[in-house]
T-cell receptor
Framework: GESVGLHLPTLSVQEGDNSIINCAYS??????FIWYKQESGKGPQFIID?????DKRQGQRVTVLLNKTVKHLSLQIAATQPGDSAVYFC?????????????FGTGTSLTVIP | GAGVSQSPRYKVAKRGQDVALRCDPI?????LFWYQQALGQGPEFLTY????????KSGLPSDRFFAERPEGSVSTLKIQRTQQEDSAVYLC?????????????FGPGTRLLVL
């Protein structure tokens, strides 16, 4: 059968360095965004969210930046730790649309080198 | 409290076989979502429920896919006459309400392999 290759963008960082993961979204009407972390064999886990009326939001060791002009989202992780190794997805949605349907990006695989 | 649980965790099916995947959401969560995640891809929306009502099933790829939540808690995703392209991880998520800002809590997924 056809083999399905992993087309995930990958990022390798040294432990203690800062990580920046980028995401380009497609729907200019999207006004709510979430970053998820997914470890192997587990479901996605909420990290941080941001609404379109903001361009920056900070959490614990994480910062999300939103540039609506170019439809770009980034996740910054400060002092990256081995436990941060995972696949990171951005998800977008329109708040005005009935329901909570989120559209996920392809994801970025982050590997932290001890 | 317990998170979202899914069973089985792994399922191997022969092509043409019917399968049923179960999701136990967090107790009290009104909204329940099913996603399909192909290898190396992000989750793709299949369907969602508010209590027992299926409000959106636009993501179901074919009429072989059917989901139900008869009592507004446990949900089952059924795939009839499975095909190889159905091989994927099926994720279930629940949230307390249906407002957009409610965090969706994901289960570990059921990995389906159709031979």
């Amino acid at each position: 059968g056809e083999s399905v290759g992993l087309h995930l963008p990958t990022l390798s960082v040294q432990e203690g360095d800062n990580s920046i993961i980028n995401c380009a979204y497609s729907n200019s009407a999207s006004d709510y965004f979430i970053w998820y972390k997914q470890e192997s064999g587990k479901g996605p886990q909420f990290i941080i969210d941001i609404r379109s009326n903001m361009d920056k939001r900070q959490g614990q060791r994480v910062t999300v930046l939103l540039n609506k002009t170019v439809k770009h989202l980034s996740l910054q992780i400060a002092a990256t730790q081995p436990g941060d190794s995972a696949v990171y997805f951005c998800a977008e949605t329109e708040m005005g649309i009935t329901g909570n349907q989120f559209y996920f990006g392809t994801g970025t695989s982050l590997t932290v080198i001890p | 409290g317990a998170g979202v649980s899914q069973s089985p965790r792994y399922k191997v099916a022969k092509r043409g076989q019917d399968v049923a995947l179960r999701c136990d959401p967090i107790s009290g969560h009104v909204s329940l979502f099913w996603y399909q995640q192909a290898l190396g891809q992000g989750p793709e929306f299949l369907t969602y429920f508010q209590n027992e009502a299926q409000l959106d099933k636009s993501g179901l790829p074919s009429d072989r896919f059917f989901a139900e939540r008869p009592e507004g808690s446990v949900s089952t995703l059924k795939i009839q006459r499975t095909q190889q392209e159905d091989s994927a991880v099926y994720l279930c998520a629940s949230s307390f309400r249906l407002t957009i800002q409610e965090t969706q809590y994901f289960g570990p997924g059921t990995r389906l392999l159709v031979l």
